[in-house]
């Protein structure tokens, strides 16, 4: 089965065309095609790969919905070599807990959540009406949700200490995100730890423009950064993470702001754009921190808030195999991985700097006497999302 499987971020689409056997791993399946659109809007950057050959353009790109008209159009006008498409998707709730077929109930519960992930699920919903319109109704499509990886987060890191009636009222609890990643990288850690993926314990760090942490054992989440929205945990681009909820309050009242605008305030202007000004770019905040008090002030904000839930979930496990990176900022900067990670040998991980310093990619980072491994694992949610769409079907009978 050749599944498409689309990833529409909030400025972004990231796609792959892979030739998938529901039978195998996800890691087993080919890759056709695949490129990504960055930047949507009038500074648009494609890149699109097929048989080897690759190509990039620099040209306006309007919205999601022009972007997915792009891939279509990309991959042939007849979408013949097309059987099915995953979407990733970011905010499930309480009803996705695994891979679900896209109809129009579907849809109409996705918008039903996007209060609650506003940067995530308008693209998915955009990217969905658009494969819509484009291909055959023959061409069957699946929702691939981020929450549902944890949807078995046990229920002392599910709930809110809040009134037990408002949470039942509203449905709140914590759902946890990131999740189409960390399925990838448990899986390919078990794999280079030579275990089996239900017979390890992660402490699992996604760490790139949105950032979070988890905790895995024997294949399932038991405790994550990320809650009810993705703006809790772990300091991130745009991001604050953690804050005390009076915080919100107080800036209503101190600047005569609306929570709305509070809430934007959270989740566009701060993390580490807030605290350095300008760039949010952690390659640019380690240019600048030299001569930047603000750069510095908040690549150290960044990396104690990532020690810390690093040491937190080492205590929920009760110890660990191995520590993994992975995100953009995990697999490609070694020295937040040596800032986050270093000065551990306290309890049994340690980093080897040579290995550490050469790895950009999929690797092992730890030192040889170290007793809890360290490993790079490069993110790969389009296997996942075609995996999962594939396996989807396959029960289904499609």
């Known amino acids: 089965m050749n599944v498409l499987a689309l990833n529409c971020g909030s400025s972004s689409v990231k796609f792959r065309l892979l030739a998938v056997d529901p039978g195998t791993t996800a890691a087993a399946a080919r890759a056709l095609a695949g490129g990504a659109i960055q930047r949507l809007g009038p500074e648009a950057r494609s890149t699109f790969e097929r048989d080897g050959r690759a190509e990039e353009t620099h040209e306006p790109i309007a919205d999601h919905a022009d972007a997915v008209g792009r891939v279509l159009g990309w991959l042939g006008k007849g979408h ?5 498409v995953g979407h990733r998707v970011v905010h499930g709730g309480a009803r996705f807990t695994g891979p679900t077929r896209i109809d129009d109930a579907v849809i109409e519960a996705v918008e039903g959540l996007e209060q609650l992930a506003p940067l995530h699920n308008r693209p998915s919903l955009a990217g969905i009406r658009a494969c819509r319109a484009a291909l055959k109704p023959a061409v069957p499509m699946v929702a691939v949700f981020d929450t549902a990886f944890h949807a078995l987060l046990p229920e002392r890191a599910a709930h809110y200490a809040i009134p037990w009636e408002l949470a039942r009222r509203h449905g709140i609890r914590r759902f946890g995100f ?22 390890v314990r ?46 919100i309050g107080y800036l209503v009242r101190a600047e005569g702001a609306s929570v709305a605008e ?8 701060s993390g580490l754009v807030g605290l350095a000004g300008g760039s949010g770019d952690v390659r640019d905040l380690l240019a ?9 002030l908040a690549l150290e904000v960044f990396c104690h808030r990532a020690r810390k839930y ?28 040596r800032r986050v990670a270093g000065g551990f040998d306290w309890c049994g991980l340690t980093l080897d700097d040579d290995r550490n310093a050469a790895t950009l990619g999929e690797g092992v980072i730890s030192a040889g006497r170290s007793t809890i491994g360290a490993l790079v694992i490069v993110a790969d949610e389009e296997r996942i999302i075609a995996h999962e769409t594939a396996a989807c079907l396959s029960r289904a009978g499609a």
Request: charged share 25%; aromatic share 4%.
């Open 80 to 84: 013949e070599d097309i059987d099915a």
């Open 178 to 199: 990131h999740g189409i990643s960390y399925a990838w990288a448990a899986a390919r850690a078990a794999a280079l730890l030579g275990r089996a993926a239900d017979d």
């Open 202 to 247: 992660l402490v699992v760090l996604h760490l790139g423009n949105g950032a979070s942490a988890a905790a895995i054992r024997d294949g399932v989440s038991v405790d994550t950064s990320m809650g009810l929205t993705p703006l809790e945990g772990l300091v991130m681009g745009t991001r604050s993470g953690d804050v005390d909820p009076a915080l």
């Open 262 to 269: 509070v809430e934007a305030w959270l989740n566009e202007r």
């Open 288 to 296: 600048r921190e030299r001569d930047d008090a603000r750069a510095r």
């Open 310 to 337: 690093l040491g937190a979930y080492l205590a929920v496990l009760e110890g660990a195999d191995a520590v993994v990176f992975t995100g953009g900022i995990g697999t490609h900067q070694p020295e937040i991985r």
